[in-house]
């Protein structure tokens, strides 16, 4: 159990725009394992009239998110995400977790979840506020082994910080490759 890998995946869009993604793998302590990028994808005038309104979606999920996904190497126990429609595309054997922290309602131990709606649920995983997560149906019925990993991980380090790391090194990429 030891070897087990959280990824956290997302997609920022630049001027232009210019949709720039990366997916970070960590340990459960949060030392980073493996990074992969894709480099900024600009879709045509042709594109985003063909595409519409479902263009961004196809781009953060098609273009960017499954291709990541497939590339590393160390696959994770669980992806986390913030971009809802990628949590429609689990194709893989791991579950996709939408994350993010709550600001309402507190819940007082640790271990204690509440179902909302959906398939979300509020869950206190550390000292900090509680996350809120909603999972892919056909992975609820593994809920208490993932509260329990997430109340591990929780123990480590904060589960929400990998992603100002990911968003930043996509931003230094971004700023790396408009010097170029």
Known sequence: MDNELL??????????PAYLGGI????????????????PIRPSKLQTLLYGNTIDRYIRVESVGIPLVDAVERK???LFIREEPFLEESKWTFPIISISRYKGEVLSNIGEFKELEN????IKIDTNLPVRVKIDKKFRERL???????IEVGQNFDI????SRLEEAIRFIWREQKKS
């Open 7 to 16: 990824g956290y995946i997302t997609t920022r869009v630049f001027e232009g």
């Open 76 to 78: 994770p126990v669980i």
């Open 160 to 163: 929400m910080e990998p992603f």
């Open 24 to 39: 970070l793998i960590v340990d459960k302590k949060g030392i980073p394992v493996e990074f992969k990028y894709v480099e």
């Open 119 to 122: 398939g979300e649920y509020l």
């Open 144 to 150: 208490q082994e993932l509260i329990n990993l997430l």
